[in-house]
């Protein structure tokens, strides 16, 4: 074997070695091989098809991807054939890497990763945003923190309509946001250590964050599961940007047109009007009552038992506010579901119920008045019954009487002693897989400025309604054990003026 291969080949080192001497090796092998492209530059460019034949991604990940990153910069690799092989060696690399390796070279890991969903990406945006997310979660399994890389991808799989491929990104829940000065004294090849002690910006396995990435990832996400019609994690999305928190108590662009999107998915999601989180600042909740009113009358109005109601306040949002805001399709899909929450409700008044009453008792948004025929009662009956959105199932009596709808309860089954215990069981690793995050995060909040500020101002604002409330009830109170001046800004440590 060529000794320059040798060289290549010869991390990792064998097991058994602690993480120190690990990664100790890993910076000493890195800087071997940058040596050797350096003073091997032609037999790279002209051998790199044969090289990479014997570097095994998935064992040698790191001499793979420092190679990936020389030839993605190299003269004689621009033609359209030699694109081709790249792409290939890119996808074969993110897809098998050794994450331990990749946590030693953070920042050729994130360039590299780069090149495959940038803007001259050399692989179509579908293929981009799947490998992309390959990656990602083959660095962290877990998805629980927020990187630059996730901001760029969801944006790249909504833009390009690929959001498919990006489902299994997006769907885990984030707990940790990437911060600097996170850097833990272990070395980063521990892979006992949690997702923000590796991957933050001093690792360079992501970029810094701003609050409006953040925002706008979840404002993406909200979209992107719209656009599937996963209406609980779309919710779930757009209520996160309604009660993002802002260092100015202000509420942004970004945010009143979460809640709008949050309105009209609340009403696809329970069939009523969705309720502002207590966590909601008061600055956002004014906002929202003027510039979201429109969005709240028609809310409001599914409400009602009669159709036209909602069909007038459609027709006054659609004349500017869901055409300038992208919501006509959503508000439209409104309509079409107003009669199928109708019939949903009639479970709380009938066991069953024939399909002519459902006729007179409910009506189509979309006509604004009751369907034309017990046949079309019928068949949006069964439509409902097969999509999953109705437990019931249609009587037709054999006498000829007339079909009616009943209504199913929903399967209550007895647990065995055996099944019970498993569930117990689930619950409890469930419980057990928190602690780490539960340890990582006290950590983390403990040593956040910000955060503490918030919550003594927070200790301080209950204090203070609890006095006010005792002085109104004629009742005597203690002070407050602490003192902070009220015209400071917590959030930013800085005396307002």
């Known amino acids: 074997m060529d000794s320059r291969l040798t060289v290549l080949t010869a991390f990792p080192p064998a097991a058994g070695i602690d993480n120190e001497e690990y990664y100790k090796e890993s910076q000493q092998h890195a800087k071997r091989v940058r040596e050797l492209l350096r003073d091997n530059a032609q037999w790279i460019r002209e051998s790199a098809d044969d090289i990479l034949k014997h570097v095994n991604p998935a064992v040698c990940s790191l001499s793979y991807l420092m190679i990936l990153e020389y030839l993605l910069q190299a003269s004689g690799w621009t033609s359209q054939q030699a694109h081709e092989r790249l792409s290939s060696y890119l996808t074969e690399f993110f897809l098998q890497f050794d994450a331990r390796q990749i946590r030693c070279k953070g920042s050729i890991w994130s360039d590299v990763l780069k090149e495959v969903y940038n803007e001259h990406s050399l692989f179509p945006a579908s293929v981009a945003v799947e490998v992309g997310t390959a990656a990602l979660l083959r660095l962290d399994p877990s998805g629980s923190i927020l990187t630059s890389h996730h901001c760029n991808l969801v944006e790249l799989?909504?833009?390009?309509?690929?959001?498919?491929?990006?489902?299994?990104?997006?769907?885990?829940?984030?707990?940790?946001?990437?911060?600097?000065?996170?850097?833990?004294?272990?070395?980063?090849?521990?892979?006992?250590?949690?997702?923000?002690?590796?991957?933050?910006?001093?690792?360079?396995?992501?970029?810094?964050?701003?609050?409006?990435?953040?925002?706008?990832?979840?404002?993406?996400?909200?979209?992107?599961?719209?656009?599937?019609?996963?209406?609980?994690?779309?919710?779930?999305?757009?209520?996160?940007?309604?009660?993002?928190?802002?260092?100015?108590?202000?509420?942004?662009?970004?945010?009143?047109?979460?809640?709008?999107?949050?309105?009209?998915?609340?009403?696809?999601?329970?069939?009523?009007?969705?309720?502002?989180?207590?966590?909601?600042?008061?600055?956002?909740?004014?906002?929202?009552?003027?510039?979201?009113?429109?969005?709240?009358?028609?809310?409001?109005?599914?409400?009602?038992?009669?159709?036209?109601?909602?069909?007038?306040?459609?027709?006054?949002?659609?004349?500017?506010?869901?055409?300038?805001?992208?919501?006509?399709?959503?508000?439209?899909?409104?309509?079409?579901?107003?009669?199928?929450?109708?019939?949903?409700?009639?479970?709380?008044?009938?066991?069953?119920?024939?399909?002519?009453?459902?006729?007179?008792?409910?009506?189509?948004?979309?006509?604004?008045?009751?369907?034309?025929?017990?046949?079309?009662?019928?068949?949006?009956?069964?439509?409902?019954?097969?999509?999953?959105?109705?437990?019931?199932v249609i009587e037709r009596p054999t006498d000829g009487s007339p079909a009616y709808l009943t209504f199913l309860s929903a399967p209550t089954q007895g647990l065995s002693e055996v099944e019970f215990s498993a569930k117990v069981n689930k619950v409890a690793q469930g419980i057990k897989a928190l602690e780490p995050i539960i340890e990582a995060t006290n950590k983390r909040l403990a040593s956040n400025r910000e955060y503490i500020s918030h919550t003594v101002k927070r200790q301080f604002d209950a204090a203070r309604e609890h006095k006010l409330g005792l002085q109104s009830a004629g009742g005597g109170f203690e002070e407050s054990p602490f003192h902070i001046e009220e015209e400071e800004d917590l959030m930013s440590g800085i005396p307002a003026h």
């Open 157 to 392: 799989a909504y833009s390009t309509g690929n959001v498919g491929p990006v489902l299994p990104l997006i769907q885990k829940p984030i707990i940790y946001m990437p911060a600097k000065g996170m850097s833990t004294t272990q070395p980063l090849c521990d892979m006992s250590l949690p997702p923000p002690a590796y991957i933050n910006p001093d690792s360079q396995l992501t970029d810094g964050l701003t609050s409006f990435a953040v925002l706008q990832y979840d404002f993406l996400c909200g979209l992107c599961f719209t656009e599937r019609r996963m209406w609980q994690q779309a919710s779930d999305a757009f209520e996160r940007c309604v009660t993002y928190p802002t260092r100015d108590g202000g509420c942004s662009k970004v945010m009143t047109e979460a809640y709008n999107k949050w309105i009209l998915v609340g009403l696809l999601l329970t069939g009523k009007p969705p309720a502002l989180p207590e966590t909601t600042s008061q600055a956002a909740k004014k906002i929202f009552a003027t510039q979201g009113k429109p969005y709240k009358l028609f809310a409001q109005a599914f409400k009602a038992n009669t159709a036209g109601d909602l069909v007038r306040e459609f027709e006054v949002i659609n004349a500017e506010l869901l055409p300038n805001e992208g919501n006509v399709e959503l508000a439209k899909l409104v309509l079409a579901h107003y009669q199928r929450w109708q019939i949903i409700n009639l479970r709380n008044v009938y066991t069953n119920v024939s399909l002519d009453k459902i006729r007179e008792r409910t009506q189509s948004a979309e006509t604004g008045g009751p369907l034309p025929s017990v046949e079309a009662v019928d068949q949006l009956l069964q439509s409902m019954i097969a999509d999953g959105s109705l437990q019931g």
